[in-house]
Nanobody
């Protein structure tokens, strides 16, 4: 199974940008579909972006055109580039991996706070 560790969160002003990273270890990273989720205070966790093992991507409507998911299987890392951030993007961001047997693995999250 893969272990996932997120980083890159922090405090940023509205309109700013952040890049989140999620590093995987303990398994063959390239075999996992990877995704980013987020959970805002008092809200359910929601899907932000997905990237397949083949590099196909999909995004939540709320982040299309602002966020970009990418992966580097040599570095065992998936990224989330977040631009034009707004206070509504404030949340804990989680990385999730899905293996070929449809088992899921989660990181512990990284906090993104966007000030107005």
């Amino acid at each position: 199974q893969v272990q996932l560790v997120e980083s890159g969160g922090g405090l940023v002003q509205a309109g700013g940008a952040l890049r989140l990273s999620c590093v995987g270890s303990g398994s063959t990273f390239s075999l996992y579909d990877m995704s980013w989720y987020r959970q805002a205070p008092g809200k359910q966790r929601e899907l932000v972006a997905v990237i397949s093992t083949r590099g196909n991507t999909n995004y939540a409507d709320s982040v299309k055109g602002r966020f970009t998911i990418s992966r580097d299987d040599v570095k065992n890392t998936v990224y989330l580039q977040m631009n034009s951030l707004s206070p509504e993007d404030t949340a804990v961001y989680y990385c999730k991996g899905r293996d070929v047997n449809a088992r899921y693995y989660w990181g512990k999250g990284t906090l993104v706070t966007v000030s107005s």
